[in-house]
T-cell receptor
Framework: DAGVIQSPRHEVTEMGQEVTLRCKPI?????LFWYRQTMMRGLELLIYFNNNVPIDDSGMPEDRFSAKMPNASFSTLKIQPSEPRDSAVYFC?????????????FGPGTRLLVL | AQSVTQPDIHITVSEGASLELRCNYSYGATPYLFWYVQSPGQGLQLLLKYFSGDTLVQGIKGFEAEFKRSQSSFNLRKPSVHWSDAAEYFCAGASGGGADGLTFGKGTHLIIQP
């Protein structure tokens, strides 16, 4: 099993630019999660999808952030325009959920630096 | 509000000594609880999880954790640490009943002394 795949692994951009982070969940998983990790706030949930449908986006910091899941094998997190305070490590995780909570498996993360 | 608390930001342990990392939770009902480990520059790896049943759960790499409802705790233990155990450890919780985002503690940084 390939695990959760994220790209790019590192991204350096300038303030005001659009940033797109990509995630491929584990095959057969039906839930996908986006998390952000910073020194100040730790790991926090941004948004999650069940069966490609966004369920809870209350963690998305503001309208500059958007996420999509057009099919079961691909999701994007977009920041437009980016700001220096968006610098963080962004993790994607997936799980196979039935009647009970299942384990979330994390990707390696995308380390974003906005200058 | 649901929360997970890890009281210790840093823990230093000598190699070969025993380890206990603390985790407390605040949920309306018994949550699903997890311990993850993160090595520098890496993603999160699941060590163990508690859903229900036996309150002492075994995980990978020789780790175990005990769920104590009366203390709202889910502490992680290892009888003898190795230098390779140096990492950041995160306790996380989720409500039951289907897919739900995890609520993480702030993490405990484990330092191993030779």
């Amino acid at each position: 099993d390939a695990g959760v795949i994220q790209s790019p692994r590192h991204e350096v951009t300038e303030m005001g630019q659009e940033v797109t982070l990509r995630c491929k969940p584990i095959s057969g998983h039906n839930s996908l999660f986006w998390y952000r990790q910073t020194m100040m706030r730790g790991l926090e949930l941004l948004i999650y999808f069940n069966n490609n449908v966004p369920i809870d986006d209350s963690g998305m910091p503001e309208d500059r952030f958007s996420a999509k899941m057009p099919n079961a094998s691909f999701s994007t997190l977009k920041i437009q325009p980016s700001e220096p305070r968006d610098s963080a490590v962004y993790f994607c995780a997936s799980s196979r959920v039935g009647a009970t909570q299942e384990t979330q498996y994390f990707g390696p993360g995308t380390r974003l630096l906005v200058l | 509000a649901q929360s997970v608390t890890q009281p210790d930001i840093h823990i230093t342990v000598s190699e070969g000594a025993s380890l206990e990392l603390r985790c407390n939770y605040s949920y309306g009902a018994t949550p699903y609880l997890f311990w993850y480990v993160q090595s520098p520059g890496q993603g999160l790896q699941l060590l163990l999880k508690y859903f229900s049943g036996d309150t002492l759960v075994q995980g990978i790499k020789g780790f175990e954790a005990e769920f104590k409802r009366s203390q709202s705790s889910f502490n992680l233990r290892k009888p003898s640490v190795h230098w390779s155990d140096a990492a950041e450890y995160f306790c996380a919780g989720a409500s039951g009943g289907g897919a739900d985002g995890l609520t993480f503690g702030k993490g405990t940084h484990l330092i191993i002394q030779p």
